[in-house]
């Protein structure tokens, strides 16, 4: 029983460090969005609309399919870049076959 409740302080603790980290890609270059991508495995990307400037919008983006969970696959979305618009790629649930 001591080495449970020992070692579940210590998983809490481990377990924010597992967290995605988080960016604010407001005036970044595309080849740096892409970058902090690649670099991290999967990071949230917090931007403006482009619709409407004034409303933040944020998504979570991977480097490659390892990131996604279970049932997910690869898509290709694109975010607002200082330079253009941005391909990165993102995980969305399968949608089954009628078949």
């Not at 999967?42 to 991977?62: A, E, F, K, N, Q």
Request: proline letters at 7%.
């Amino acid at each position: 029983m001591l080495r449970f409740s020992l070692a579940v302080p210590l998983l809490l603790a481990a377990l924010p460090a597992a967290a995605d980290p988080s960016y604010t890609i407001v005036g970044m270059t595309c080849a740096r969005v892409q970058a902090l991508v690649r670099d991290n495995g999967s990071v949230i990307l917090h931007y403006r609309s482009r619709r409407d400037p004034g409303l933040p919008l944020y998504g979570r983006y991977v480097s490659d399919r390892r990131y996604c969970r279970s049932g997910e696959i690869i898509t290709f979305s694109s975010v607002p870049a200082a330079d253009k618009s941005c391909t990165v790629k993102k995980c969305v649930w399968k949608v089954p076959s009628n078949r």
